[in-house]
């Protein structure tokens, strides 16, 4: 007789119907607003919910919260300008005029991280559990509770490829899947 299974650390989080499908307008911005390669222009805040986590949420023990944000768009960009610096970002999905010009950075909005970039895992498939690297915790992002749910704030911007900007104009779109662990 053999028996196998597994225990697990973590619960698994719903994402709200808020959430779930979003669609976050960037707005439009000039081209000329660019003023060299690694720089973001614009900004627009958005808020990730999560419901059912295990516990009533308390913003106390957001730390138990792990976040994962990925996505087969995700890229890192090496500058090498005013020294060394590597960068996620999302890449254009779009056929358009600046689709290797123009990109998308992700930002935590608050907690510990607030305004630095949200590091993308490059893939298609989500974690199946909390071993893999490129977490956030809740308090990390300042998740906070809020009802029955936490909530996070990011903040997405448009990000120059190049050191042009006369080939910045065009569309720019892309995507991005979380998932969030209660430990």
Do not use: W
Not at 61 to 75: C, T
Not at 99 to 107: A, D, E, L
């Amino acid at each position: 007789m053999t028996f196998s299974g597994k225990v697990l650390a973590a619960r698994l989080c719903n994402i709200t119907t808020e959430t779930a499908g979003k669609t976050v307008d960037l707005g439009r911005v000039r081209s000329h607003q660019f003023t060299g390669e690694g720089t973001t222009v614009g900004g627009t805040d958005f808020t990730l919910s999560v419901r059912n986590c295990g516990e009533t949420p308390n913003t106390n023990n957001a730390n138990r919260l792990k976040y994962y944000f990925v996505s087969p768009n995700a890229e890192l960009k090496v500058i090498t300008t005013g020294g060394l610096s590597v960068q996620y970002y999302l890449k254009n999905t779009l056929d358009s005029g600046n689709k290797n010009s123009v990109g998308i950075q992700i930002f935590a909005k608050e907690g510990s991280e607030a305004g630095k970039v949200i590091n993308i895992i490059k893939s298609s498939t989500l974690p199946t559990d909390t071993t893999v690297g490129n977490k956030y915790t809740g308090t990390q992002l300042g998740a906070k509770a809020k009802g029955d749910t936490f909530e996070i704030t990011l903040t997405a911007k448009f990000y120059a490829l190049t050191a042009g900007s006369a080939d910045k104009a065009g569309k720019v779109a892309s995507e991005m899947t979380f998932e969030v662990f209660y430990e």
